[in-house]
């Protein structure tokens, strides 16, 4: 059951397919390190046009488009997580910056020392090890019943920290929580954000794949407001890791907090506005020629090709939750959006422990946990690009028959005690 065999169900998917390993081969073979235009044209210059085509099968708003002189862009970043630093280093420096403008007599670190930043009590690990990297104070804002976070809660916490002196500076929006796919109301967030100087971040390292699909794509719905917004074509989009695509509204908030140029990174093209050096956007200096396995696989597949792939792994996880369903013995946890299903045995968490330990001991399909609330919840989520109907019923088959299995000997167990 490694990640790519159709009996994996943990996690996210991993996306892997024939041209973007062709792509990668090249990669290897051209060798470039892209972290100027002048060291490579070409590798700079297809980042930028891709990331507009994909921009495009998004349906963003034109500003986070690059185009022929617009002031947003896109940039492929190796991890969701590099992107969420990156932006929350960039709303750090453009506040130091707007405070010490209206205050000139606070320091550098005064100001520091009140920022906070905020993300949903859903929200992935890596947003609070960002805040933790960029050595500011990070909150979680509750989520409700949906596992959302909703207007008021992030006014509620806002309102409280600006009473005691703090200053909120970032918020990172999560479109398709890890534990259980669940997505923050942008259009109530968004403009709360705005109004407060907030830079909004939007994270939908899995999720957003589906937006190519016109059928989801109102889930992105208030991406107007944010500043800037990330996901991963390394997940659903048949693009091998590392390939996390972001972009930004503005892109001198980025190279504005990131700009350094020694004598030997200067160029003569540099200064003319239309060439763009990536290093000042990204973390490490050098970078692979990452959008080639991007232009690969779009010209592959097609928009077609994609939006079928991200369709059928619906499909199939509707498919899935349907099974669940009918067995009187299960419940299911979350409402099912994309191609995670949560669920669980009704009973116990040490009943739903002991479930999910005999299906991965048993070494046939694999899941991960996850908590929701007080409830230990297993998730299924569709993720091989193999993956047919037959598996889903095969999976389903076997942790029925270990569910049955499992309620004997619990039984007889709590007898004997």
Same mark, same amino acid.
């Given at each position: ?15 892997? =397919?024939?041209?973007?390993? #062709?792509? /990668? ?13 002048? @060291? ?62 209206? &205050? ?39 989520? /409700? ?88 074509? !390394? ?21 504005? @907090?990131?700009? +350094? ?10 200064? =003319? ?6 290093? !000042? ?10 959008? #080639? ?23 199939? =996880? ?6 669940? #369903? ?7 946890? @979350? ?24 299906? &991965?001991? @048993?070494?046939?399909? !694999?899941?991960?946990? $996850? !908590? ?5 919840? +297993?998730?299924?989520?569709? $993720? ?17 028959? +270990? ?9 007889? &167990?709590?007898?004997?005690?």
């Amino acid at each position: 059951t490694h990640w790519h065999s159709p009996y994996f169900f943990a996690y996210f998917p991993a996306a892997s =397919s024939f041209p973007a390993l #062709l792509a /990668d081969m090249l990669c290897g073979g051209i060798g470039c390190v892209g972290f100027s235009w002048a @060291a490579s044209p070409a590798c700079t210059e297809l980042e930028t046009v891709m990331l507009d085509w994909l921009g495009k099968m998004v349906n963003l708003p034109e500003e986070f488009l690059a185009g022929k002189d617009g002031q947003g862009g896109g940039v492929i970043q190796g991890s969701a997580s590099e992107a969420t630093l990156i932006s929350l280093l960039a709303a750090r420096t453009k506040t130091i910056r707007r405070v010490q403008s209206e &205050n000139p007599e606070l320091t550098e670190a005064d100001i520091m020392g009140r920022l906070v930043a905020y993300a949903s009590d859903q929200a992935h690990s890596s947003v609070e090890r960002a805040a933790l990297i960029g050595g500011v104070k990070i909150k979680s804002v509750p989520s /409700d019943h949906t596992f959302s976070v909703c207007g008021s809660a992030l006014k509620k916490v806002l309102d409280e920290d600006k009473a005691s002196g703090l200053i909120p500076f970032f918020f990172c929006a999560t479109l398709g929580t890890t534990p259980c796919c669940s997505f923050d109301k942008l259009l109530e967030l968004g403009p709360l954000c705005n109004k407060e100087n907030i830079w909004m971040h939007i994270d939908a390292a899995y999720a957003g794949s589906a937006f190519i699909c016109p059928e989801f794509r109102h889930l992105l719905n208030g991406v107007e407001f944010a500043d800037s917004f990330n996901f991963n074509p !390394h997940k659903w989009l048949l693009v091998n890791f590392d390939c996390s695509a972001m972009w930004v509204k503005k892109r001198s908030d980025l190279t504005g @907090a990131f700009k +350094l140029e020694p004598l030997y990174l200067q160029h003569h093209h540099q200064e =003319s506005g239309l060439v763009t050096d990536y290093r !000042h956007w990204q973390i490490p200096l050098g970078r692979r020629f990452r959008s #080639l396995k991007l232009w690969f696989v779009l010209r592959m597949y097609g928009v077609s090709g994609l939006q079928e792939h991200i369709r059928k792994h619906v499909r199939l =996880s509707h498919q899935f939750e349907d099974l669940v #369903l009918q067995d009187e013995r299960f419940e299911v946890c @979350a409402e099912v959006v994309l191609g995670l299903v949560c669920f669980r045995m009704k009973g116990s968490n040490e009943l739903n422990e002991a479930l999910l330990k005999s299906i &991965n001991e @048993a070494k046939k399909i !694999h899941l991960v946990p $996850c !908590h929701l609330r007080e409830k230990f919840v +297993l998730r299924f989520a569709v $993720c091989s690009r193999t993956v047919e109907s037959t598996h889903i019923k095969f999976a389903w088959q076997h942790i029925s028959q +270990l569910a049955t299995d499992l309620l004997k000997t619990w039984e007889q &167990n709590h007898h004997q005690q």
